[in-house]
């Protein structure tokens, strides 16, 4: 999904396998949170040298080249068909774009543990917006409860009882803000893409490819001309490449190979583990610290998250191999 929280994936359906074996997708689906999960290290980099819009426009841009090479690799093709075009012009701004820039902007205010933490809070979002906007789930008491836990472990990650305002609590609200941007792609997406019989790498390389083109308008016109890549730190560059090619070009391949071997939702489970990792890549690779509530908070937020989405006490539902096959291909948004 940002999957929830953030990155570009591949198929959606509540396709499960017929009990692969763990060795076959478990060290990749820790490899996976381990990559989307050190996204926000690598966005904290990035923001001390470049502008988040900069940042953002380097970072999609070599990203949809990486799965602009994957494609030719595997012989697949980009879209044809100009509604899709049109409807992944949508996704584009607020999968990608408007998302990515909201965390380089966040991440100059708060922690990238943080950052990694409010990730988590799509699902959270999708909930709602697929209920009352896109009408494509219904609600149940399941959810409403879910909802409520949820936005109660926000509270506590916010520290409202402290009172709010000041740089810190803007920048929670721009993560905040990058998490609903997903939330508000993910049923456009099951809405109108859902459909489509184009493979999720075709469909992802399409929506970065207009990404890039919306930023590469807005950046110089919003933060002037961006600095050439040779004007970066190597830190700064080295951070921007592994933005986009292994968190957008490789991830997405481990995702894909994930979502084949175990089903879509068992394979979307990773947004759980993606804000463990973030916060232990801050507090060792840059010294971040968190106060108490917010990994009480964090907590709280994924017991909500699990709860709406019926991954407690859920019984797993075998399927002989070659009976069931996966939904339609949709683009889900890149979180990190």
Known sequence: MSDPGGRVSGVTGDFTPDRPALRSWL??????????????????VGVAELHPLHLTLYRVGSGALTLLVVLAVLR?????????????????????????????????????????IWNATT??????????????????????VGLALGFTGVMVVLGVWQGVGGAHFVGQ???????????LAIPYQKKFIAGSTLSGLSLSAAQLIVATVQLAIVA??????????????????????????????????????????????????VTYLIPVFAVLIGAVVLGERLTWHQPVG???????????????????????????????????????
Not at 173 to 183: I, N, Q, V
Not at 238 to 261: K, Q, S, W
């Open 27 to 44: 060290p990749g689906f820790i490899a996976l949170a381990a990559i989307w999960g050190s996204s926000f290290l690598f966005i904290k």
């Open 76 to 116: 697949d093709r980009l879209p044809r068909d100009p509604r899709v075009w049109g409807h992944l012009t949508v996704i584009a701004a607020f999968g990608v774009a408007l998302p990515f820039t909201l965390f380089g902007y966040g991440e100059q205010r708060v922690e990238s543990m943080l950052a990694g």
């Open 123 to 144: 699902p959270l979002v999708v909930l709602p917006l697929a209920v009352l906007v896109f009408r494509t789930e219904r609600l149940t008491a399941r959810g409403a």
């Open 173 to 183: 609200l721009m993560c905040f803000g990058a998490a609903a941007c997903y939330g």
């Open 220 to 269: 110089p016109v919003v933060a002037g001309a961006p600095p050439l890549p040779t004007a970066l730190s190597p830190r700064v560059l080295a951070a921007v490449l592994a933005l986009g090619a292994l968190g957008t070009g490789l991830a997405f391949v481990i995702h894909l190979r994930n979502i084949r071997i175990v089903g879509a939702t068992t394979a979307s489970t």
């Open 298 to 336: 964090a907590l709280i937020v994924l017991l909500g998250v699990a709860v709406s989405q019926g991954l407690l006490g859920r019984r797993r539902r075998r399927v002989a191999p070659g009976v069931g096959t996966p939904a339609a291909p949709v683009v889900e948004p890149a979180t990190r």
